[in-house]
Nanobody, 118 residues
Framework: VQLVESGGGLVQPGGSLRLSCTASGFTFSSYDMSWYRQAPGKERELVAR????????IKANSVKGRFAISRDNAKDTVYLQMNSLKPEDTAVYYC????????????WGQGTQVTVSS
């Protein structure tokens, strides 16, 4: 099982990035997919989730109206579109996959660094 994030980097305030997370080793379409983030000295925070049925939700109030999550089951990939980035969005962003119909199927990617700075 692998989750590989990409798309992070350094961006100026107000800029945009699109993170990708490509999965392998499991039936991607059956899993709820989420993006979390963890800033230095802070706890890991749930940012957004898209369910196996396709329903999506932004979970972090601080990014509502700026971020969007989507998935492409044909490509086994989940995306996080991040617009109007702020310095406080700086964090390591992690992809997570969870199978809700049975316990123990919970996978994490290695994370990708997003730095928002001028």
């Amino acid at each position: 099982v692998q989750l590989v994030e990409s798309g992070g980097g350094l961006v100026q305030p107000g800029g945009s990035l699109r993170l990708s997370c490509t999965a392998s080793g499991f039936t991607f379409s059956s899993y709820d997919m989420s993006w979390y983030r963890q800033a230095p000295g802070k706890e890991r925070e749930l940012v957004a989730r898209v369910t196996s049925a396709g329903g999506s939700a932004i979970k972090a109030n601080s990014v509502k109206g700026r971020f969007a999550i989507s998935r492409d089951n044909a490509k086994d990939t989940v995306y996080l579109q991040m617009n109007s980035l702020k310095p406080e969005d700086t964090a390591v962003y992690y992809c997570n996959a969870v199978y809700r119909r049975a316990p123990g199927y919970d996978y994490w990617g290695q994370g990708t660094q997003v730095t928002v700075s001028s």
